[in-house]
Structures are given as C-alpha cells and as structure tokens.
T-cell receptor, first 111, second 115 residues
Framework: DAKTTQPTSMDCAEGRAANLPCNHS???????VYWYRQIHSQGPQYIIH???NNETNEMASLIITEDRKSSTLILPHATLRDTAVYYC????????????FGTGTRLLVSP | DTEVTQTPKHLVMGMTNKKSLKCEQH?????MYWYKQKAKKPPELMFV???????INESVPSRFSPECPNSSLLNLHLHALQPEDSALYLC??????????????FGPGTRLTVL
C-alpha cells in the first residue's frame, strides 16, 4: 500500500473552504485514494474515494492530480462539526479493504 | 441502515480477567475488522474476517482471540491482558466481494482499561 504524507495540522474559518492536501508519490496504478475522518473519540467515518478522476459527493470533493502523486480533499463550506483528524489512505480493492492509517491532518475549524 | 454497533462502550478489567468485546452489523457486509487505537495515535489493524474466515492477523498476541460466529457478528475475546493493552478498540465492516469498490463503516468503539 502507498505511503501517504499529510500536514500535521491545518486551520480553517467557519464557512470557508478547507483544502486538505495529501502526497502519495508511490501509489500504484490500481490503488485507490481514500479519505476518512475521525471526530474526537468516535469511530472513523468514510468521506470519499477515487482512482483517477475527480470525485464529488454530498460531503466533499476529491481532486487527484493527473500523475496521481497527490490529491486534495475539499470541504466546500467548513463547519465547526468538521473539526476532526482527516486520513488520506492509498488502498487496493481486493475483496476486502486493508486500511493502513497514517498520522493524518488535524483540521480545526474556528468561528 | 449503515450502523455498526459495539458493546460495551467502556470496559475496565484486571490482568487475570477474561472478557469479550462484541460487534454487530446488519448491512449484509461480508468483511469485518478489528482495530486498536492508542491515545493520540491512528487506528491499527488487528484482524480481518472475510466471509466468516480469518483472512488477516497482523501478528496480534494470542491474548486477543477473534471469533466470527456468523456474518453479522464479530467478537474479540480478551484474556490475561496487560496495562499497555488499554486502548480504544474499533470494529468495522465492509461489503467486500469481487468487483466491489469497498468502504468501511466503523462502530463507535469500546474503550478498554486494563488495571
């Protein structure tokens, strides 16, 4: 599985877009980029995933560079409830999913 | 229903006790997972069951014994634990299967304290 690198922490003002970067320069061609988040003392929550194309769902957008060596998770209008640790994970889909969590980015959304 | 339930929420046990953690899902998922999360650290995978068979054991000490009685239920039996085993234990499930782009749904966890 690809090793990912994320900033340790980021700040965002409430109502603004939060752009969380992730480097995954060793990602292989069949590995997906997954994003999960963990709000304090809760179980991780799936956000979004993608392989090559940009993806959008009700929670966020995922922008993957053409060379697939990095990606950005975008929360378009951050709220206080988006304060959490965000994990970017490279993972293959081979029947079941073996997630290897890195240290993630601690996002603090402030009023 | 995308809920994974875990019981108990909190557990305090002595080093000589035997206890079990329980995880349940009714989403028809065929893969179930146990993770361990120490304070201020990311979750670490312990075990994966796929179609009720143990598929991955990440070199977990034998004092942790997983069990998957059926496709909806996952247990983690604990015996002779050490204080350093105190952690949040997370269960997750996913659809699994060929051609499926999998995502995991996590339960709220059991916070375990070993005295």
């Amino acid at each position: 599985d690809a090793k990912t690198t994320q900033p340790t922490s980021m700040d965002c003002a409430e109502g603004r877009a939060a752009n969380l970067p992730c480097n995954h320069s060793t990602i292989s061609g069949n590995e997906y980029v997954y994003w999960y988040r963990q709000i304090h003392s809760q179980g991780p929550q799936y956000i979004i995933h993608g392989l090559k194309n940009n993806e959008t769902n009700e929670m966020a957008s995922l922008i993957i560079t053409e060379d697939r060596k990095s990606s950005t998770l975008i929360l378009p209008h951050a709220t206080l409830r988006d304060t959490a640790v965000y994990y970017c994970i490279g993972c293959m889909n081979t029947g079941f999913q073996k997630l290897v969590f890195g240290t993630g980015t601690r996002l603090l959304v402030s009023p | 229903d995308t809920e994974v339930t875990q019981t108990p929420k909190h557990l305090v046990m002595g080093m000589t006790n035997k206890k079990s953690l329980k995880c349940e899902q009714h989403m028809g998922h065929r893969a179930m997972y146990w993770y361990k999360q120490k304070a201020k650290k990311p979750p670490e995978l312990m075990f994966v069951y796929s179609y009720e068979k143990l598929s991955i054991n990440e070199s977990v000490p034998s004092r942790f014994s997983p069990e998957c009685p059926n496709s909806s239920l996952l247990n983690l039996h604990l015996h002779a634990l050490q204080p350093e085993d105190s952690a949040l234990y997370l269960c997750a499930s996913s659809q699994a299967g060929p051609g499926v782009t999998d995502t995991q749904y996590f339960g709220p966890g059991t916070r375990l304290t070993v005295l």
